[in-house]
């Protein structure tokens, strides 16, 4: 587990934010097919017009996205509202620094347990 100080954490945002961007982009497309894809998937054959291609490629860019935020060392907690927390040593023990979309910076902490109900202002 990496553990960040406030500083690397706050450094790696403009990354963060650009890949939740990609990742809501992708979401968005497959949300939008995905109607689309049930159908598809329940007729034999494969039979009908749907935009396979375009939903792969969403789903590509998504668990790209998700897999480079997670390579950093940082956990998705919340796709929906962009919920990330970073592993912290606070006063001798692992807590979690939580950013969340909307945010300029990380201004939230939380015990390991505790979830984003328990976020304390730093």
Do not use: N
Not at 15 to 26: G, M, T, V
Request: net charge negative; aromatic share 10%.
């Amino acid at each position: 587990m990496k553990l960040f100080t406030l500083e690397e954490a706050d450094a790696l945002l403009p990354d963060i934010k650009r890949l939740w961007r990609k990742i809501d982009r992708a979401r968005g497309v497959m949300q939008r097919l995905a109607p689309e894809a049930r159908q598809a998937s329940r007729q034999a054959g494969g039979g009908g017009i749907w935009h396979a291609g375009e939903y792969v490629s969403a789903l590509t860019t998504f668990i790209a996205g998700v897999q480079e935020i997670m390579e950093l060392g940082v956990e998705i907690k919340d796709f929906d509202k962009g919920l990330c927390d970073f592993p912290h040593m606070r006063d001798g023990r692992v807590v979690y620094l939580c950013w969340m979309k909307g945010e300029d910076t990380i201004e939230w902490w939380h015990d390991t347990d505790a979830g984003f109900a328990g976020r304390q202002p730093l």
